[in-house]
Structure formats: C-alpha cells, structure tokens
T-cell receptor
C-alpha cells in the first residue's frame, strides 16, 4: 500500500463547477500538507500549504485536512478552463530538516470544459 | 529572479551513454532535490542536498550520482544510461522548510 493515495482521474467538469480533489494517507505522523498544480509539460507549483487539521482558504481555493480520517481535500470554486492541470498532493511528518522529505501523491488530472 | 532553472530541456541518449543534468537556483536556498516523474508513479526522490558539499540518497538513487560544489547548483549524473531511466527529471529547492520550488523539468529518453 502506498503511503499516499490519489485518484488519477481524469476528472472532467464544466466551467463554473465546484471541484473536489482528494488524497488519503496511511502515515499518522504526517502533519504538513501541500497541494501543487502542474500544467502539462511544466514543473509543479505550490498552490496551498496547511499544517495539521482544519481549513485554509485562498481565493477560489480551499484546502481541508481531516487527520482523524487521514484525508485531505482541495476545493476549487467557480472552476475555469485555466484550472485544467494535474493536481498533486504532498505531505511530510516534520517541518524542515533532512529527514522530513515530502511524499507525493500520483496526481489527479483535471479538465475544465468551457 | 529566474527561480529554479534546468538544462538541458530535452535529451536523447543511447544505452550506456553518460550525461549530466544541471540545476541552478537563485533564491539562496539551502536544500536542493532531484526527482523523477513517471506515469502512475508520481514524483520520486532520487538524491537531495542539505547544503553545499553535502548529498544524500533518496528513494530511487541507483544508477545516479550527484554533486553540490556550489550552493546554487546541483548536478545529476547518469554514468551508464539505461532505458529504465527514461523519465522527466525535476529539480527543486527550498529553505529548511517544506515548501519546495520546482524547475521546468528535463525530458530524457534512453534508447
């Protein structure tokens, strides 16, 4: 079993829809959670960063962490065609240090249809 | 600031050939990383460095070597390329924190 599981999709939605992207994990020590967005043939770029449980909102994006269920989500409101990309979740047990490496999900491919 | 840059962008090698991928960052980051990305496998850490002159193995280090002679540069070497090393390679850098900043990638094909 992988430490981090993510549905690869593809997920296709109409413009304006609310998108929900999810990851589950098995390591209860994880407490730092990130979402990266990767456009086709580009490098990943950091989208959201959260610590421990709870919600974090940034514009149209909301990240949720439920540590009791070992489940994290990224919500995109009023989705736009420009949101079409692969979304990668990533997490680690610590903050910094050589041993606190990021573990990535395999990514979910999102297509927002105009 | 250019951020994280990688050269070359594309490369085709024959089995057994060698090559070096160069990563450069201008953000004065201490930590640098090399990943490979394969379909269905996600990003896997090859090697990383926590400072100039230091390197350490990641999840999939076999067949690769690295060097960090200067703080801003991190080199990834393939001594004898194999078809299994066909992949997209990403370099990333960070302060001693977890927010990693990625380069644009190098697409390598080994025939």
């Amino acid at each position: 079993q992988k430490e981090v599981e993510q549905d690869p999709g593809p997920l296709s939605v109409p413009e304006g829809a609310i998108v929900s992207l999810n990851c589950t994990y098995s390591n209860s020590a994880f407490q730092y959670f990130m979402w990266y967005r990767q456009y086709s043939r580009k490098g990943p770029e950091l989208l959201m960063y959260t610590y421990s449980s709870g919600n974090k909102e940034d514009g149209r994006f909301t990240a949720q962490v439920d540590k009791s269920s070992k489940y994290i989500s990224l919500f995109i409101r009023d989705s736009q065609p420009s949101d079409s990309a692969t979304y990668l979740c990533a997490m680690s047990a610590g903050y910094g240090g050589a041993t606190n490496k990021l573990i990535f999900g395999t990514g979910t491919l999102l297509a927002v249809q105009p | 600031n250019a951020g994280v840059t990688q050269t070359p962008k594309f490369r085709v090698l024959k089995t057994g050939q060698s090559m070096t991928l160069l990563c450069a960052q201008d953000m004065n980051h201490e930590y640098m990383y090399w990943y490979r990305q394969d379909p269905g496998m996600g990003l896997r850490l090859i090697h990383y460095s926590v400072g100039e002159g230091t390197t350490a193995k990641g999840e999939v280090p076999d067949g690769y070597n690295v060097s960090r002679l200067k703080k801003q540069n991190f080199l990834l070497g393939l001594e004898s390329a194999a078809p299994s090393q066909t992949s997209v390679y990403f370099c990333a850098s960070s302060y001693p924190q977890n927010e990693q900043f990625f380069g644009p990638g190098t697409r390598l094909t080994v025939l």
